[in-house]
Nanobody, 116 residues
Framework: QVLLAESGGGLVQPGGSLRLSCAASRSIFNINVMGWYRQAPGKQRELVASLSSGGNTNYADSAKGRFTISRDDAKNTVDLQMNSLKPEDTAVYYC??????????WGQGTQVTVSS
């Protein structure tokens, strides 16, 4: 199992950038999929981006071309670089880890607010 802690959220103006980071409590080398999800008020939690241990990425249509997910197995971190942010990107962003051995784990979330 693993504990996840997100950081890097905050208030940013439309068009700005933020970099979210997820720190894992143990090695992520063998974790099958690491991902970022978000949940806006009144909406369901949705996938933003994911990255498998094999290097395969998956992005929500809303994130394609603007967001980039990356993982550093040496530092046990997974980052989400978000550029050209829009007000509709406002949400709580959650780090997610999935292992075929122990299932799914979530971080506590970090708030991202895009507003002028």
């Amino acid at each position: 199992q693993v504990l996840l802690a997100e950081s890097g959220g905050g208030l940013v103006q439309p068009g700005g950038s933020l970099r979210l980071s997820c720190a894992a409590s143990r090695s992520i080398f063998n974790i099958n999929v690491m991902g970022w999800y978000r949940q806006a008020p009144g909406k369901q939690r949705e996938l933003v981006a994911s990255l498998s241990s094999g290097g395969n990425t998956n992005y929500a249509d809303s994130a394609k071309g603007r967001f980039t997910i990356s993982r550093d197995d040496a530092k046990n971190t997974v980052d989400l670089q978000m550029n050209s942010l829009k007000p509709e990107d406002t949400a709580v962003y959650y780090c997610n880890a999935y292992s075929i051995r122990w299932g799914t784990r979530w971080g506590q979330g970090t708030q991202v607010t895009v507003s002028s």
